[in-house]
Structures are given as structure tokens and as C-alpha cells.
């Protein structure tokens, strides 16, 4: 048998160890490769970058001074719909009529849209992602590694740097 | 499933949104002459009524209803040159519930409304209908425009005059712009700012994450610059290139990748069924061990070599012509990590060691594995180890009693009780988690919202540490195992490190509590403190080091006496025979248990130190056990098969509970940032090492003590028995812990992927997960670390016993 010589061998090195000392290695990097694999298709990452738009005519003339920026949570399209789901829940469907009430009154003045908000569907990443505009990530690995909290360009960020007031009336951001 | 939402106050859902509607309305009528330029605010209510009774209830009806008519009443009182936006944040699914990617849940309104100032003045039309897509809500009769929901980032910035946000994927939405050229100024800016991002991002060290789309990227955007973008309009061009941005970053940043998800189980799975079959192997009493092993060893790396080139080689080749799902490097890892262990996995003859009926611990381990399975389970996962690690050693302390006599009755009830009172105590020390309120109490900080040491562990923590080495060397007494160099490493070395590694902390907390300031100049202390404590740092750091190499370099923990016996003949008598391996390697540990001990905060090192405690009791419980054992059944049980997993799956739980009490939880917010400044006063390369080092600290130290299970209280003698006997026992504990720690891995691995879209992924399922990763690394070097001082270990008796037989 040719294993014997080897096993003698082995057993010349790291005092007897070397075989034990090879099998935790083997097993370290088989779980290293295993993590690997699965954490890129699981733990959705990017990189957060710190970066603002600075720039002088970047934008375009303000159509409006002021804005008043009302988020009801989980309000679902439907429940607005001018067109909602055949037959209608009576529970709610039009109900919160004034939106579509104002869009067909006047449609240069009132726009109504049924707008896809990229999962995890949990009311703080979708707050990133309103005011960033980015998508949302499990961890927004920073450059600095010691940050647990990343504050990326926003639109409030920016009414900020505009030298805006910005009003929060009582929020309290749950989940 | 039990789902629990222990932040949502869900009783109270009439007056929820009162908050803001009372602080709104002052501030649109510019009462007490407030002025403001945006404001914002949140109705919780609706989301509250669907989670607590669904949208189909009256309930919800009266909210909308009141929504409607706080909504009414805000536009009778907006004046002419303010913009209403109106959104949802997210659907609900028909339960009410939310927070994965059903098409009710990720549906929500988004309604734009200016009073006066017509934000479409031109003729409907100009835009070309590609821009405007349509989407029929599930049972709708007609579709209704349908946006990405961050488009509202772009539009809204360029109505009020802003520059847009810098990593905004958005794209202006057509109909609010149709003013003149309006619109072809905005798209224009949207693009340039899209474009600017992406080449940002490209820069960065994760830039290569865009390589795959980089050339279309640029193609598309190029078209849009031109006149005759490819065919397309000008805005076609400009929505093209928006769009695939958006797609291609999401596809990078926003998609699990089942695929590999699958391929990573996989790996970790035939590493497991690897390593269970080596550990079969071992807990065979004979030196066939090495022989059993190797051969399947040679054939899996030789065939998945060779597999995986040949793979790799059809895969490149074909590459160019067919769009591979996973990359050449996921590939070919996937192809050696996978295969390499499939000989020893699949073995041909299986032997199955006799009474392979599951032990209790092992079906304590497959009821742990359940736990990755609940959320409410998991969130009180410290308490579910501690009540397993009672489970698993005071019934077997009862029913030993009984057969127990004399020494070893006192030996059972002591170590017993030494084990079982330090864990207990260890399990009193808790961070809490935040679904974890209100049911728990913070015991590791002063309170839960100071975080500072409580003063009673302050004042412990030095007679402790001042203690701890003298228990440690009382454990080495039992075997007189305490003669050597051992009484100046534990005595001097290891007192002067854990004193010093307590005062690290305590000029922390000196530091941070202002107390300095009172009585010297603030600058100057709050120097000479950060200089100070710098260097006490760096004096145990830099001397576990020094100690380790002197070390490994050191005489055994033994020392021979001479004397005569009645007839004058001369006897050898060696002190600390029995527990030569054991004693020696212990040192090798408490090196790095100081400098694990220097990066724990004080409220951490009081558990740290009972861990300690309990490592040492238990393995003396443990050959307590076995000597009963022994006494009644009459077996020799010392030249066995080993510790056998119900001996070592105590000591991974033990490991567990030591991350637990040191004031961690399986959460990103429970990482203890300030550990990043022991060695330096700003962030510098040591401060990954000791944020590390705090997190996984405690794990690392049990899985380097684990292999003291099997050569505690082995004899060196006969060699080389002795140093073979050591080998395969220590391999074989060694294992058991990487397996106990590797089913808890795959369990938790499988259970974050399949509870992806679950509401608690993120929360709960992701983040235990990455513990279970981390601590799974961290055990893996900690029993390479093992296996290195057991070398050393294993030379110096081999030195130490030559000629001796």
C-alpha cells in the first residue's frame, strides 16, 4: 500500500500534527468558499457613497417655493385608484377619493401614479430610498468602517444645503 | 410562524396620526409667523389598521375616511406656491402586512398636486408614449401609469430648483415637465447626474461590481448626448439610458441570487459531511485513522482539479457565446470546494460506530437548528443556550450521584456546581436585543440608554482579575500540574495582563465620565489619559506576543523528585505526570485570553473571566465522570475512542454564551465600536483587530480550550502513544466543535434564504446568519491556532520524555 509511506511520512512534520494541522486548513477554506458563494447571493451590498451634487446649473428654474411632502404609510395604489380592482372593496376602495377627484378635474394640475417600491418593503428602507433615490441594500457598506450610520445625498440634505426650513411635524418612524 | 411586532403601539388607532395633524395645520396657516420652506410628515395609521386587522375591516375604512379629510382640508389650505406630494411608503398584502416583493406590497401611491401653477401647460402628446408606462393593477379593468417609485427623488428636486441627490436611480417623470424645453433640460440633468454617479462609483473599490454592463452603459449614454441617438428621440435615448441604469443596478445590488445561494449551502454542506466522516474515523482507538483518511483526501483534490479545469476550460470557451448565470471564479470554487470532500463524504465502507442511537445532545443541537426557523424564538436565543447547557450537565451530575462514592462525590459536586453557578451567573450579564423589550433588563450597561459599565462591575473587576490566575492555578493543583514556569506565566504574566487590561477600561470610563476634568486642566488629562491608556494597551498586546514565543521555547509544567522509599531504594517521582499536556497547552491559551480579556469591555471581562472558570470545571467534571463510569461499569476508558460529542457539544454552547454575555446579540447595533481605540487614540490598522477581536473574542478563546478535552489528564507515557493518542483526540474534539458550529451555520444559512422575503429578514434571520458565519471563521482559526500550539506542545514532551519509558 502506498498510503502507509505517506501517512509515516506526515507524520515527520509539525511534530506528529501536520495531518490535523492540514485537515482544520482543508476545512477552514471548504466553509471560507462555502460563505462566499452564498453571502453574494444573499446579502444584497453596495457601496454607500458620501458623495453630494455640488454644482450651479444643475437644475432647473423652482416651479414651486415650497413643498409639503406627506407620506401615509402603506398606502396602497388601489386605495386611491380612480380604477381599483373589479369589484370594489367596500372597506377600501374610493374611499380617499380626493386625489382622483382633483386629477379629473384638472389633469394639468393633479398626476396620479401607481409607483413600484423596491423590496425589502419595510417602511425605513423605503424612506432611504424616497429621499436618496437609491436602492435599498441590506448593509450600504461604508468607506469608513467604523460608521454605523451613512448619510448619503438627499433631497433633504440638499433643501439643507439650499439653506431651506424644513418641517418635521412629529415623525416617528416606526419599522 | 409567529409574527410579533413588539414596536407597533397598534391599540391605538384612532389617535396615532392626532401627532401630526395637530402639528401640521399651525404650520400651513404660518401661525406665530413660522416659516418653511418643506415639511414632512408621516401617518402611521393606516399601516397600523392593516397590520392589526387587515384592509378589509371598517377600521380602515374610518381611516381613509380620515386621511380624506385631512387631506381636504390641507389643500383648502395651501397656498400658491407650494407643491402637495401625497404617497404610500409600500403596499400591503391581503393580511395586512408587508415587506416583501409581492405586487401588493410593493404597489403604493404617489400623487403630485399643485394648486394653482399648472405643471403641464403644453399639448398632451409631445411626449413619446415609450416614456409612459402603463401597468394594470392585479383585477383592474384598465391600466393606470406606473412609475419606479424613486422617480419622485429627480422630479421633485428639479420643481423646487435643487440640484439632484448624488446616488439617485430615479428618472424625472415626463408629465410633470411639460413646460417648453423643460422637459429636455431636466432629462438632461437627470442623466448627467446618473452618469456622474455611476462613473463615481466606478471608481470606487467596488467598482468592479459594474464591469458586466460598463460597455452598454456607456452606449447608451452616448446615444443620449447625440442628436440621432440610434434610432430613438432624443428622450428616448435620455429613458434608455436612465432605465438600464436602474436595471443593471438593481440586478447588481437589489437580487438575491438564488443560484448561488444553492452553490453556497452546497459547499458547506459536503464540508460537513467531510468532516462527520473524519470524526468517525478518529473516534477509532487505533492509529488507522491517518490511513482512512488520506486516500479519499488525494482522490478528491486530484478529481475536482481536474474537474474543475476541464469545466473552466468549457465554460471560458463558451462564454463569449452564451450568458453564463454565475461567474468562472464562483464556478470553479464552487467545482473544488464542492468536490474535494466528496470521496470521504461518500464512504464505501461505513462504519458505524456501536450504539449510534442519537445522544441527548445531539438532539438538543437538531432543536437548536429548529430555533433559525422562528423569529421569536430566535430574538431569545441566549436564554434557549443557557437552558440547553443545564439541560445537557445537571442530569448527568443527578444520575452520577448515586453511583459515585467518597472523593469523586465531592469531586461531581463540585465541579458541578462551579460550572453550572459560572454560567448561570454569565447568563445574568445581557445587552438586550431591542425585540427583546420589554422582558429584559440590560445588566451589561449601567442602563440601556447610558453606555457605561455599571458601577458595581467596576468595582469588581480588579479583585477579579487580580483573582482569576490564582483559580487557574488552584485547577492546575488538582494534578500538581503547577511546577515549571507555570506559577510565574499565571501568577506574574497573566495577573500583570488582566490588571492592566481592567485599567485599560477603567481610564476609559475615568475618561468619559468627566470625573478627571474636575479636578485638572480637560485638555491636558483627557491627553495624558488617551497616552496612558494607549500603552497599557499596547504592553499586554505586545506582551502576549513576546509570551507565546517564550513560550513555546519553555520547560513543561512538570518537575521530578527524588526520593528513597523504606528498603533505600531510590524513586522518580515526575509532579504533574498525569496532566502533562493539558497543563503545558493551557498556557498557550491564556495568552490569548489576555489579549481577548484587553479588548472586552469591564462588564464583559466579569463573564469572560467566569467562561474561564467554566472551561476549567468542566474538564475536570468531565474526567470525574468518566472515573465513575469507570468504577461501575469497570471499563478502562482512558485508552477510547476519544471525547465523544456529547462531551464537546456542552463546550459549543459554552462558546455561544460567552458571545451573549460579553454584551453581544446577533445584531449589527450590538458591534461595541469603542473597542476600535485600545491600542490607538484614532482609527488606525489595530482597530479591525480589536473590534474583531471583542466580537469574536469569546468564541476564539472556547474553540482554542476545546482540545484540552482530549489530552486533559492524558498520560505522555509510553511514547510514542502518548503524542499519537494526543493527535487523534484532540483532532476528534476539535472536529465535533467545527461540526456543532458548521449544522448551526448550514441550519441558519438555510433558513436566511428561504425566509429572504420574510419581514424579519433583515432584522432578525440576515444578521444571525452572519454571526453564524462569523463564528464559524472564528472557529476555524481558533482550532488552527490549537493545532499549531499542539505541535508545540507535542515536541516538548517528545524532548521532554525521550529515553523515559
Known sequence: MYLKPIANWARRFAFGNLLAVLILAWLALLHFAGLWLFTRGFLLSRLALSNVTDCEDCTLPQTHKRAVLLVIDALRFDFVSPDPP???????????????????????????????????????????????????????????FDATSITEDSFISQLRRANKTVGFPLNKYDI | MLHDYPSFNVEDLHTVDEGVIEHIFPLLKHENGTEWDFIVGHFLGVDHVGHRVGPEHSEMTAKLQQMDTVLREIVELLDDETLLVVLGDHGMNQQGDHGGDGELETSAALWFYSKSVPLSTSESGTTSPSLMKMATYPGAKVPHRSIPQIDLVPTLSLLLGLPIPFNNLGFVIPELFQRDSDFQSAMEANTRQIKTYLDQYRASPSGGELDAGWENLEERYQQSRTLTGGGLSRAEAHYAFARTALETCRQLWAQFNMGLMVLGVLVMASAFAASVRVYQELSVPSDTWEVAVIEPLIQGFVAASVFAILVSIVAWTISSKVHLPISLAELAIFILSFGTPIPLAVPTNIRTPKGSTLSFESILLIVYCGVFWSNSFLVWEERVVTFFLVSCILPRVILSFGKSTGRLRWRLLGFGAAFLVAVRLMASSTICREEQHPFCHVTFYASSLLPSPPTVTLLLIIPIALGLPTVVRRFLKIAAADQGLAPFYIEIVLRCFLVLGSVSWIIDWVDHSGIAAQYVDAQWAAETIRVIRSTVGRIVAGGSIVGLALWSTSPLNIAVRRKQDASGETLVEVLGFANTYGSFYLLFVLFFFAFVWLTTQVSGQLPLALSLIAILAYLELIDTLRDIRQLSTGQHEKSSGGPSFSEIAPLALLAQLAFFSTGHQAVISTLQWKTAFVLTATRSVFSPLTVVSNTLGPIFVVALSAPLLGMWLIPPLPQPVGNNTVIRKTLKTALGFSIYFSTLLLSSAASAAWFRRHLMVWKVFAPRFMMAGLSMLAVDVGLLFAAAGIATVLQNVRTAYKGVT
Open chain 1, 86 to 144: 373589479e369589484p370594489p372593496s367596500k372597506f377600501h376602495h374610493h374611499v380617499l377619493t380626493l386625489p382622483q377627484e382633483l386629477t379629473r378635474r384638472q389633469p394639468s394640475h393633479s398626476f396620479l401614479f401607481d409607483s413600484f417600491a423596491d423590496p425589502p418593503t419595510t417602511t425605513l428602507q423605503r424612506l432611504k430610498g424616497i429621499t436618496t433615490g437609491s436602492l435599498p441594500t441590506f448593509i450600504d457598506v461604508s468607506s469608513n
